[in-house]
């Protein structure tokens, strides 16, 4: 099983839509969470930490389920903009020192 | 200010050469990390540094891989022997500080190529 596992998509929708993506972890001492946006042939870009009462940041809603060990993140309003890989990650703790685990990233296809 | 730089922006090598690939991180970030991603694939972590430091190695995909980072400031991440199965986007990325929700800002990427 994959430490940080993501549905790959893609999720097709049109605009204005609103779209949610689900995020799995399995180390359960895992410290923080973030959600990063990949544009094609683009390197990752930081959209927004996750925090355990949850977070909003303008359309985008990032929640953490550390019981069931996932994080969400919901996107309302979507924009053509909006369309890249949404990448969650994971900082976890492991033999002693942390490692950020990236998801392979769920691919999300605003369509016009 | 400027944000991280990493060169050669692009490598074709022929197997078994080895390559240099430089990663300069924000200024004042003390905290620098290698990943890499291969096509269709996510982010592997492969080392971080706190300053001049690399607590953990184990993230190295092999002994032919090796990084390194001097004055805590600019790093180098070496592959020596290439295979082909190392051909993958290697991206560097800094943040201000270790800590547990210190943001990562990534640099462009170096894409590598072995033929």
């Known amino acids: 099983r994959k430490e940080v596992e993501q549905d790959p998509g893609p999720f097709n929708v049109p605009e204005g839509a609103t779209v949610a993506f689900n995020c799995t972890y399995s180390n359960s001492a895992s410290q923080s969470f973030f959600w990063y946006r990949q544009d094609c042939r683009k390197e990752p870009k930081l959209l927004m930490s996750?925090?355990?009462s949850g977070n909003e940041d303008g359309r985008f809603t990032a929640q953490l389920n550390r019981a069931s060990q996932y994080i969400s993140l919901l996107i309302r309003d979507s924009k053509l903009s909006d369309s890249a890989t949404y990448l969650c990650?994971?900082?976890?703790?492991?033999?002693?020192?942390?490692?950020?685990?990236f998801g392979t990233g769920t691919r999300l296809k605003v369509l016009a | 200010g400027a944000g991280v730089s990493q060169s050669p922006s692009n490598k074709v090598t022929e197997k078994g050469k080895d390559v240099e690939l430089r990663c300069d991180p924000i200024s004042g970030h003390t905290a620098l990390y290698w990943y890499r991603q291969s096509l269709g694939q996510g982010l592997e972590f492969l080392i971080y540094?706190?300053?001049?430091?690399?607590?953990?190695k184990s993230g190295l995909p092999s002994d032919r891989f090796s990084a390194e980072r001097t004055g805590g400031s600019v790093s180098t991440l070496t592959i020596q022997r290439t295979q082909q199965e190392d051909s993958a986007v290697y991206l560097c990325a800094s943040s201000l500080r270790w800590e547990v929700r210190e943001t990562q800002y990534f640099g462009p990427g170096t894409r590598l190529l072995v033929l």
């Open positions: 990650v994971v900082k976890s703790a492991t033999s002693g020192t942390y490692k950020y685990i």
């Open positions: 996750v925090y355990s």
């Open positions: 540094f706190q300053g001049n430091s690399a607590p953990d």
